[in-house]
């Protein structure tokens, strides 16, 4: 072997897993026992004791994270929320996060009904304007959590462009004996719609890398689940690993399993998915019963510079509002016959949402707008049908 890197798609077929040491088995066990026997001198010969603690085929899944992002170490949860929610409560009494306007529901509602009310004080702030989050950044500010691009809106943020605006800061507050050496104005990065190889949270220079592996990772709509990377060494991480440990928000063995197999065709699960997100926007954006096609990799979408910079393919996500309104919009998700009309994404079959409908209310998401998350289909049956639904949905 050469001293070049594997490419992706023969790192994620591996991913570090040897052949089964006692078996020979090549698809590697599922390790669903929650206690470990101890040697007659009270010692814990192979590492493990408790299922809480650590599991062996949880720790094959959080290795294969890890490896896949070229990263230290990845701790998995039993959903993105969970995960999410362990980097908020990592970060000290009384601190400030700064958050996107737009971004996942789940994780807003979290915020606002859940932490806040516990003492984390949050900015709201619209991340495509690198000056809005500087100005947001205060005394106790010690986290910046990204969403890129947006939930539902694609709006792009500038991530390298944060985590020098993190870095300033931190080194002022440290000037100002606001900040302990040792404490740090973190930049985390919910890489969701992101994951491996569309996007490298380490080369980006964040401290944190978060993901529902529930959607791309593991990448069929079976299994819940979430991660948190650390793309960067930090004490945060440790407190992460700890309430991950303390509290056991873990996925099972088996959901471990499942997304560790997830993993071995992300590679070529993200190139269908990004050719039929690309197609299928440049279908859309040509069309005449749509207003507005929301999709990175188009050059007139405002963030396309910016994403082309940081991310490798403009990804598998977009949204698209019609030129009827709600009622247009409700009456496309209901024509389609191939597409599926539900929530979540990254799985490998296509799915259409009216997503005002499925947030709260009072949510700032358009109504007459439609999010598509691509599968693997093949591109022309995707449109086909979209052109169906649209002829038929655009019809007063
Ligand atoms: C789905 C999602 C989450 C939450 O993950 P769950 O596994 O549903 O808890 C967080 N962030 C983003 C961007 C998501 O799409």
Redesign the pocket.
Same mark, same amino acid.
């Given at each position: 072997m050469s001293e070049r890197a594997l490419h992706p798609d023969t790192l994620a077929v591996h991913l570090g897993l040897e052949p089964d040491g006692v078996t020979g088995a090549i698809a590697p066990p599922i390790h669903l026992s929650t206690t470990f026997e101890r040697a007659a001198d009270g010692s814990y010969p192979l590492g493990y004791v408790y299922s809480r603690s650590a599991n062996p085929t949880r720790d094959a899944l959080e290795r294969a994270l890890a490896l896949l992002h070229g990263a230290p170490a990845a701790a998995v949860f039993a #959903?993105? #929320?969970?995960a999410?929610s362990a980097v908020f409560r990592s970060l000290p009494a009384g601190s400030h996060v700064v958050v996107p306007r737009d971004?996942?529901h789940?994780?807003r509602v979290l915020l606002r009904e859940v932490l806040a009310p516990a003492g984390l004080r949050l900015s709201e702030v619209d991340q495509r304007d690198l000056g809005a989050i500087e100005a947001a950044l205060g005394e106790r500010t010690r986290l910046v959590w990204i969403?890129t691009p947006s939930?539902p809106m694609l709006h792009v943020t500038d991530v390298e462009g944060v985590v020098a605006l993190a870095r300033r800061h931190a080194d002022r507050l440290l000037a100002a004996g606001a900040l302990t050496p040792d404490e740090r104005v973190l930049v985390a990065l919910?890489a969701?719609?992101t994951p491996p190889t569309w996007a490298d949270p380490v080369a980006l220079g964040v401290d944190l890398a978060?993901h529902?592996?529930?959607?791309y990772l593991a990448g069929h709509s079976d299994v819940?689940?979430?991660a948190v990377i650390e793309a960067r060494p930090s004490e945060a991480f440790a407190r992460v690993r700890a309430l991950q440990q303390v509290e056991g928000a873990v996925p099972s063995p088996f959901e471990c399993w499942l997304t560790l197999r997830g993993l071995r065709t992300l590679p070529h699960r993200l190139r269908a998915q990004a050719a039929n997100a690309g197609a299928v926007a440049r279908f859309l954006a040509q069309h005449p019963a749509v207003a507005a096609v929301h999709y990175p990799g188009l050059t007139e979408h405002p963030g396309s510079e910016v994403a082309a910079r940081q991310m490798r393919a403009a990804g598998g996500m977009l949204a698209f509002q019609l030129a009827g309104g709600e009622v247009a919009a409700m009456r496309v998700a209901a024509a389609v016959r191939l597409w599926r009309r539900g929530t979540?994404?990254g799985g490998v079959e296509s799915l259409i949402e009216h997503r005002a409908s499925v947030e709260p209310e009072g949510t700032a998401t358009p109504r007459d707008l439609l999010r598509l998350s691509l599968g693997i289909e093949h591109a022309d049956d995707l449109i086909d049908d979209l052109a169906q639904a649209l002829e038929r949905g655009a019809q007063a």
């Open positions: #959903s993105g #929320s969970a999410a971004m996942y789940g994780v969403e939930n919910d969701t719609w978060v529902a592996t529930t959607k819940l689940g979430g979540s994404l």
